[in-house]
Each structure stands twice: as C-alpha cells, then as structure tokens.
C-alpha cells in the first residue's frame, strides 16, 4: 500500500505563496496518478490538480488554473503544489491523493482514487 503524507500548510496572506509536499510512505508513487483535492468547510472536498506518471501531463481546476502547479520528483517520491497568489477561498484543507494509473488522463472523482493522506490545512488570512 501506499501511504501519502503531506506537509508544507499554514497561514499566509493574501497574494502570498505555499508550496506543499506529499511524500510516499511504505510503496512508491511509480505507477500512480497523483492529485490535491481540497474541503473547505462545509464543503465538499474537490479536485485541484493531478499529474501523470507518464509524460508528469498536468491538469488543473478552473480555480487555480495560472496560480497553482503540481509536479513530482519519481526519484525522491514526492509530489508538490506550489500555490501563488493565494486567495482566502483557497483556505481548505488539502489532501494528496494517489491512483494505481499509468495513462495520460486524469481523474477528478475522489472515488477514482486508491489513498489519500490525512491533509495538511491551509489558511489565507484576508
């Protein structure tokens, strides 16, 4: 199994930046789709950006589309969100998330994927 463990959350301002990590723990990440989804409260969680295994293709919500870029390091086993311009509606808490799929597509559908970390909470202050 593999077990997402995610870092990099806290409080920033408006406009500021985060960058955060999710680090495989037990099997790799080779193989897999990753993605960051996000719940706010009293919301239900949604998808925020996935890469592949082939080609690391990305993909994007609409809502950060220009302001957020996931990538990985296969080597080190680790995924990134770096977030800029950061908005207070982007505060959630943000999970990683891992699928046994070695396509070009991606999938938005929390049920689609295999793991999840436990979140790491993110807060933009206004």
């Known amino acids: 199994q593999v077990h997402p463990i995610e870092s990099g959350g806290g409080l920033v301002q408006t406009g500021g930046s985060l960058r955060l990590s999710c680090a495989a723990s037990?099997?790799?990440?080779?193989?897999?789709?990753m993605a960051w989804f996000r719940q706010a409260p009293g919301k239900e969680r949604e998808f925020v950006a996935a890469v592949t295994w082939l080609l690391s293709n990305t993909y994007y919500a609409d809502s950060v589309k220009g302001r957020f870029t996931i990538s990985r390091d296969n080597a080190k086993n680790t995924v990134y969100l770096q977030m800029s311009s950061l908005k207070p509606e982007d505060t959630a808490v943000y999970y990683c998330?891992?699928?046994?799929?070695?396509?070009?597509?991606?999938?938005?559908?929390?049920?689609?994927?295999?793991?999840w970390g436990q979140g790491t909470q993110v807060t933009v202050s206004s």
């Open positions: 998330a891992a699928k046994y799929y070695s396509g070009t597509g991606y999938y938005t559908n929390i049920d689609e994927y295999d793991y």
């Open positions: 037990g099997r790799t990440f080779s193989g897999s789709l």
